[in-house]
């Protein structure tokens, strides 16, 4: 009898996404017994264009006996408590905003020349909630960003990560045939969100289209009409159907937290903790 592969969790720093990471938030999630990260790279969060930060980082993971997972690409310019800053759009048609975010990504990924990481998870455009206006999310125009941001991946042997998340770009459909039909990226893949595909309708269906190129996820909950990236389970989704089909279509990777602070970090972590044995259980019955 072949050996069960046990699961492995890791929690995303966006937990901590309105304050400057430090030491003891990573020392906080490894306390709760988790293995792994995911950096969530904004400037205001963690200034991932500063060499010193990095090594910090690199320290800071060594203190708490955690490795980095993967890093989430910046989506915003910063958060200030709950002022959001500038989107960034990889699928602008405006060049000069396309190449900004381009370049926003590259400086997140070069982490990986100091930090070994697996995965580097990019949003394709601007989600539907942040009414995007029809320059935002061209599908030629991320196609170039892909094309640029790609070959930086390689040498680092970090994989690009397409996640599923509510607009015309990013469907499971959408992206599946973005990487077979359009781009040449041997490796890279796709980050189920299943908070995301949750919104966008079945979820065991996007499961099951995404099935050939799933390489990486984001876990969170939902109750349907909002992205509230809840702990596991007290929103609508159908956890023991959709950690079926996951096993059924093979994936063995890290399940990746990406929760909001909905009371205090410790609070939520607590939460995960306990969606996690829930998970081993499904997962391992």
Not at 90 to 97: C, E, F, I, R
């Amino acid at each position: 009898m072949m050996d069960t592969v046990r699961p492995r969790f890791g929690v995303s720093t966006h937990l901590y996404h309105d304050q400057r990471l430090s030491r003891d938030h990573l020392v906080e999630i490894a306390a709760h017994g988790f293995e792994t990260v995911e950096l969530f790279a904004t400037a205001s969060h963690f200034d991932y264009h500063n060499p010193a930060r990095v090594a910090d980082l690199q320290e800071w993971l060594a203190d708490a006996g955690l490795t980095l997972h993967s890093i989430h690409a910046p989506i915003v310019e910063s958060l200030i408590g709950t002022t959001w800053g500038r989107s960034f759009s990889n699928a602008a048609t405006d060049d000069a905003l396309r190449l900004h975010a381009v370049a926003e990504a590259k400086a997140a990924l070069a982490i990986a020349r100091r930090i070994p990481t697996g995965f580097l998870v990019v949003h394709l455009g601007r989600p539907t909630s942040d009414a995007p206006s029809e320059g935002d999310n061209s599908r030629a125009a991320v196609r170039r960003s892909l094309e640029a941001l790609y070959p930086q991946t390689e040498p680092l042997g970090v994989r690009l990560a397409l996640e599923v998340i509510p607009n015309n770009l990013s469907t499971a459909g959408a992206l599946v045939q973005l990487l077979e039909d359009d781009l040449e990226m041997p490796g890279a893949g796709i980050c189920l969100d299943f908070g995301h595909a949750n919104l966008l309708g079945d979820l065991v269906d996007a499961i099951e289209v995404v099935s050939g190129h799933l390489i990486t996820t984001h876990v969170h909950d939902n109750r349907g009409r909002r992205d509230d990236h809840l702990v596991p389970f007290p929103g609508t989704i159908d956890w023991n159907a959709a950690l079926t089909a996951v096993q059924k279509v093979g994936y063995e990777g890290t399940y990746m937290l990406e929760l909001a602070n909905t009371g205090t970090p410790r609070q939520t972590l607590e939460q995960a903790q306990q969606a996690r044995a829930r998970f081993e259980r499904i997962l391992t019955s």
